[in-house]
């Protein structure tokens, strides 16, 4: 009997591993990209497959054929690839199954999944749960949107493992069986509106990922989030909150700079915030989902509490760099949308230079604008938004910014006006794309610049 043919398009990271996958699970896989200026020697020398497994995959770039779609059992997309262009609503027309690497991934999962989604803060709730589930002695997988793909480990895991996955609203448009023992929303706003369409739509996005959960099951939620109240009363699973702006009778809620836990209103003192080494309230919010997460799947509290007092920001996020001439610099090139970089000035207590504006992806700046609340002393803008971000600073009555023509002259120009006792921060509130391949570059360059100075 001929083997299943899949088709994975998409020759990225996640394609890749999506293809090592299926043919190391008996399968068939046609690697697919509209580029048909790659090299098909270089994408087969990505493959980690020896060469007869190699022989298990065709790649197609351009255009495919009548014949090699009829061929086909089934479609994985990797998150990059829209799930509504013409030509995958062609083959979702032919009947072919179309899904995605986490959905692949989860069909050969034999432990448990703990699962966060959510516009902001994922990548470092994502980091410090995955510490907390390794201190326990576990053997552990951190995967997903955190830039390992799901694929690669899917295979090691056993019934005692555990995977914690940071999970985008792109990849959880092709999720069918996908089922996180405990998942967790930590906010949602508006972002991704180039490729969703609607904010519906990508609330739907996010909320999907308790969509095969059961009351057995746990989703952890923002109490403070404008689409929380709506959702408890649809939820299937469990539902823990966190709050950072009050106290809560059951769950968990910042007060008095400490954060607590609260059942039936017998409120417990878990840890003061400065105990912890990350900054801003945003922090705090990821801190308590994480232990929120960790607690309901069994973790000892006191585990729990030592990982989160140890635990250092996450690589481009409001990462400090370095102080030249007494200037603190800051790395926040994860701030790719106006609520992320929100967060990243709050967390700065100097007057801040602040560097922003790349790829347009439909954003509005009012409310990031808003924020600058007399710590932003110069706004240094570039790329593609900059004209935008100054039409709308200038509607809130903020004048002082200044257009560079790259990140270079970005950094000069800081260098050369802050002065001691101020900060500069890298926090762009857009998207890398146009100047970088994406914001992990965006920022080690941004590092590079400082530590050059």
Request: net charge negative.
């Given at each position: 009997?001929?083997?299943?043919?899949?088709?994975?398009?998409?020759?990225?990271?996640?394609?890749?591993?999506?293809?090592?996958?299926?043919?190391k699970?008996?399968?068939?896989?046609?690697?697919?990209?509209?580029?048909?200026?790659?090299?098909?020697?270089?994408?087969?020398?990505?493959?980690?497959?020896?060469?007869?497994?190699?022989?298990?995959?065709?790649?197609?770039?351009g255009?495919?054929?009548?014949?090699?779609?009829?061929?086909?059992?089934?479609v994985?997309?990797?998150?990059?690839v829209?799930?509504?262009?013409?030509?995958?609503?062609?083959?979702?027309?032919?009947?072919?199954?179309?899904?995605?690497e986490?959905?692949?991934?989860?069909?050969?999962?034999?432990?448990?999944?703990?699962?966060?989604?959510?516009?902001?803060?994922?990548?470092?709730?994502?980091?410090l749960?995955?510490?907390i589930?390794?201190?326990?002695?576990r053997?552990?997988?951190?995967?997903?949107n955190?830039?390992?793909?799901?694929?690669?480990?899917?295979?090691?895991?056993?019934?005692?493992?555990?995977?914690?996955?940071?999970?985008?609203?792109?990849?959880?448009e092709?999720?069918?069986?996908?089922?996180?023992?405990?998942?967790?929303?930590?906010?949602?706003?508006?972002?991704?509106?180039?490729?969703?369409?609607?904010?519906?739509?990508?609330v739907?996005?996010k909320q999907?990922?308790?969509?095969?959960?059961?009351?057995?099951?746990?989703?952890?939620?923002?109490?403070?989030?404008?689409?929380?109240?709506?959702?408890?009363?649809?939820c299937?699973?469990?539902?823990?909150l966190?709050?950072?702006?009050?106290?809560?009778?059951?769950?968990?809620?910042?007060?008095?700079?400490?954060?607590?836990k609260?059942?039936?209103?017998?409120?417990?003192?878990l840890?003061?915030?400065?105990?912890?080494?990350?900054?801003g309230?945003?922090?705090?919010?990821?801190?308590?989902a994480?232990?929120?997460?960790?607690?309901?799947?069994?973790?000892?509290?006191?585990?729990?509490?030592?990982?989160?007092?140890?635990?250092?920001?996450?690589?481009?996020?409001?990462?400090?760099?370095?102080?030249v001439?007494?200037?603190?610099?800051?790395?926040?090139?994860?701030?790719t949308?106006?609520?992320?970089?929100?967060?990243g000035?709050g967390?700065?207590?100097?007057?801040?230079?602040?560097?922003?504006?790349?790829?347009?992806?439909?954003?509005?700046?009012?409310?990031?604008?808003?924020?600058?609340?007399?710590?932003v002393r110069?706004?240094?803008?570039?790329?593609?938004?900059?004209?935008?971000?100054?039409?709308?600073?200038?509607?809130?009555?903020?004048?002082?910014?200044?257009?560079?023509?790259?990140?270079?002259?970005?950094?000069?120009?800081?260098?050369?006006?802050?002065?001691?006792?101020?900060?500069?921060?890298?926090?762009?509130?857009?998207?890398?794309?146009?100047?970088?391949?994406?914001?992990?570059v965006?920022?080690?360059?941004?590092?590079?610049?400082v530590?050059?100075?």
């Amino acid at each position: 009997m001929e083997k299943e043919k899949v088709l994975v398009v998409g020759t990225g990271k996640s394609g890749i591993a999506a293809t090592q996958l299926l043919v190391k699970t008996g399968k068939r896989s046609v690697l697919f990209d509209s580029n048909a200026e790659l090299d098909k020697d270089e994408i087969l020398g990505k493959l980690s497959l020896s060469e007869d497994e190699k022989k298990q995959v065709e790649i197609v770039l351009g255009d495919l054929t009548e014949e090699e779609k009829k061929a086909l059992s089934g479609v994985v997309l990797s998150p990059g690839v829209p799930t509504d262009t013409e030509f995958v609503n062609d083959l979702r027309d032919r009947g072919l199954p179309i899904s995605g690497e986490i959905e692949l991934a989860f069909e050969q999962e034999k432990g448990a999944v703990l699962a966060i989604t959510g516009t902001n803060g994922k990548t470092t709730t994502t980091t410090l749960l995955g510490e907390i589930m390794k201190a326990t002695g576990r053997k552990t997988f951190v995967v997903g949107n955190i830039g390992n793909p799901y694929t690669l480990e899917a295979e090691k895991a056993d019934a005692d493992s555990v995977t914690v996955a940071e999970i985008s609203s792109f990849q959880l448009e092709t999720i069918h069986t996908f089922r996180p023992r405990v998942s967790a929303i930590l906010n949602i706003t508006p972002d991704h509106l180039n490729r969703h369409h609607t904010m519906e739509n990508y609330v739907k996005a996010k909320q999907d990922i308790t969509k095969n959960q059961t009351k057995e099951d746990y989703c952890v939620l923002n109490a403070e989030d404008p689409y929380t109240d709506a959702f408890l009363k649809t939820c299937p699973a469990t539902v823990i909150l966190f709050s950072s702006q009050r106290e809560l009778a059951d769950g968990y809620f910042y007060a008095d700079e400490c954060i607590y836990k609260a059942v039936q209103g017998k409120k417990q003192k878990l840890m003061n915030i400065h105990e912890m080494r990350l900054l801003g309230m945003h922090n705090v919010e990821n801190v308590m989902a994480a232990i929120a997460m960790a607690d309901a799947y069994g973790v000892d509290m006191e585990v729990i509490l030592g990982v989160v007092r140890d635990f250092k920001a996450v690589e481009h996020r409001i990462e400090y760099v370095k102080t030249v001439r007494g200037v603190d610099y800051y790395n926040d090139s994860k701030g790719t949308n106006p609520d992320a970089a929100i967060k990243g000035i709050g967390a700065m207590v100097k007057p801040t230079y602040l560097i922003g504006g790349g790829y347009d992806k439909q954003s509005e700046y009012d409310e990031w604008i808003e924020c600058f609340n007399g710590k932003v002393r110069k706004l240094v803008l570039l790329g593609q938004t900059r004209e935008k971000i100054a039409d709308c600073a200038k509607k809130h009555g903020f004048t002082d910014y200044i257009f560079v023509d790259d990140l270079q002259q970005a950094v000069d120009y800081c260098a050369e006006h802050a002065k001691e006792g101020e900060a500069v921060l890298l926090s762009p509130a857009c998207a890398s794309w146009g100047m970088f391949p994406n914001y992990e570059v965006r920022g080690k360059m941004f590092k590079d610049m400082v530590n050059a100075l």
